[in-house]
């Protein structure tokens, strides 16, 4: 059964930094591409970024490039979001997921994590 499970989530202050993991099974992370979404409360779900499996290619959305970096780890089946620069509008929840193709569509997602709260106060 294809697992992703979500770690490292919590409350942090505006300009800080958080770091999410995201453990995958083997047969989910050899094949697929990893993305990272979030949904703030009443709001729809956003894409934040993607990584592929093979390159290590990252894509972002605008709100995020050059304060969120994705990155993987082939040998553990883990992939990292490292938020800096944190702001009271990235609180959300997070959640990884995989997808056959590097994308930034949700509904091209297969597979997809529990989420993870992270809350960045002001």
């Known amino acids: 059964q294809v697992q992703l499970v979500e770690s490292g989530g919590g409350l942090v202050q505006a300009g800080g930094s958080l770091r999410l993991s995201c453990a995958a099974s083997?047969?989910?992370?050899?094949?697929?591409?990893m993305g990272w979404f979030r949904q703030a409360p009443g709001k729809e779900r956003k894409f934040v970024g993607v990584?592929?499996?093979?390159?290590?290619?990252?894509l972002y959305a605008d709100d995020v490039k050059g304060r969120f970096t994705i990155t993987r780890d082939n040998a553990k089946n883990t992939i990292d979001l490292q938020m800096n620069s944190l702001k009271p509008e990235d609180t959300a929840v997070y959640y990884c997921?995989?997808?056959?193709?590097?994308?930034?569509?949700?509904?091209?997602?297969?597979?997809w994590g529990q989420g993870t709260q992270v809350t960045v106060s002001s």
């Open positions: 990584i592929d499996w093979k390159f290590g290619i990252d």
């Open positions: 997921a995989a997808s056959p193709k590097v994308t930034a569509l949700d509904t091209e997602y297969e597979y």
């Open positions: 083997r047969h989910t992370f050899s094949n697929y591409a």
